[in-house]
């Protein structure tokens, strides 16, 4: 069976970066380099992981106390070119140490750190100094001081839950009696329900008996309903005397017709008169 294992990949906030100080006086190059690149890399922590900043803020004094084995301070040359033909620039070990001692830590550190952003941003932690005074008290001191912060935070935590275990043992009786108070009074709430309940449905038929009475008197309200054939009726026998009116048109046309016609005649005669 195979069993796979979670890998730690632990949040920025929860990174402690610390301040580390070494005396290189009297220590050799290589193996102060390597405990120095240990430090900024953090990898002697357990929370180390290789892509992000888990190292500390290392310190350096005495670097002009640093030394070499065998004849590499008469052999050693430091060499830069700045890709311009004929640009070669080479230093050696023994002018170095006395212009630049820093310089020597700092490019010994710098080869053993990853070539990438991650590692400038680690060689920019490395603060390197040539006597044994620096900068940099503020920072030790908190950084030395921070364990003892957390232990006594850590007591304060545990004296607290403590504390509150005992009291939590002491009010044990008290919650009873306060609980049976609320169960009397959802007892007494629900008899009240009840009773309302009871008393509900007897009221209930009083108020369905109106109702039916209304619903009776609904036929009645048809009755005006029959008044309307009679309302024809009265239309009906109305139309018939208007038609009587107009039968009586033509009697009048009639008489004036006649004396028209009997005006006629006489103007005749009168223009039969005239002739003669």
């Given amino acids: 069976m195979v069993t796979k294992l979670k890998h730690y ?11 580390q100080v070494i005396d290189a006086s009297g220590q050799i190059l290589g193996r102060l380099a390597t405990q120095v690149a240990t430090f900024l890399m953090g990898k002697h922590k357990p929370a180390y992981v290789p892509h992000m900043l888990t190292g ?13 084995t065998g004849l590499k301070a008469e052999q050693k040359i430091y060499r830069r070119h700045s890709q311009y033909p004929g640009n070669l620039k080479e230093i050696p070990y023994a002018r170095m140490q006395e212009r630049q001692p820093e310089r020597i830590i700092e490019l010994a550190v710098k080869g053993m750190l990853p070539k990438n952003k991650l590692g400038r941003q680690m060689l920019k932690r490395l603060k390197v100094y ?13 950084s030395e001081r921070r364990e003892a912060r957390e232990e006594a935070a850590a007591v304060k935590t545990e004296a607290a839950s403590v504390e509150a275990a005992k009291a939590a043992a002491k009010k044990p009786a008290a919650p009873k009696k306060t609980a049976t108070a609320p169960k009397a009074e959802a007892a007494a709430v629900a008899t009240e329900a009840v009773e309302t309940a009871e008393a509900a449905p007897k009221k209930a038929p009083a108020k369905k008996a109106p109702a039916k009475k209304a619903a009776a008197k609904k ?3 048809k009755k005006p309903a029959a008044k309307k054939p009679a309302a024809k009726k009265a239309t009906a026998a109305k139309k018939p005397a208007a038609k ?11 008489p004036a017709a006649k004396k028209t016609a009997a005006k006629k005649p006489a103007a005749k005669a009168a223009s039969d008169s005239g002739e003669k």
């Fill in 244 to 254: 009587k009116t107009a039968a009586k048109k033509p009697a009048a046309k009639k």
């Fill in 9 to 19: 990949n632990p949040k920025a906030a929860e990174l402690i970066n610390d301040w």
């Fill in 219 to 221: 036929p009645a309200a």
């Fill in 130 to 142: 040539a006597g044994a005074e620096h900068l940099h008290e503020a920072q030790i001191l908190g």
């Fill in 56 to 68: 500390d803020f290392v310190v350096v004094t005495n670097a002009k106390l640093i030394k070499v």
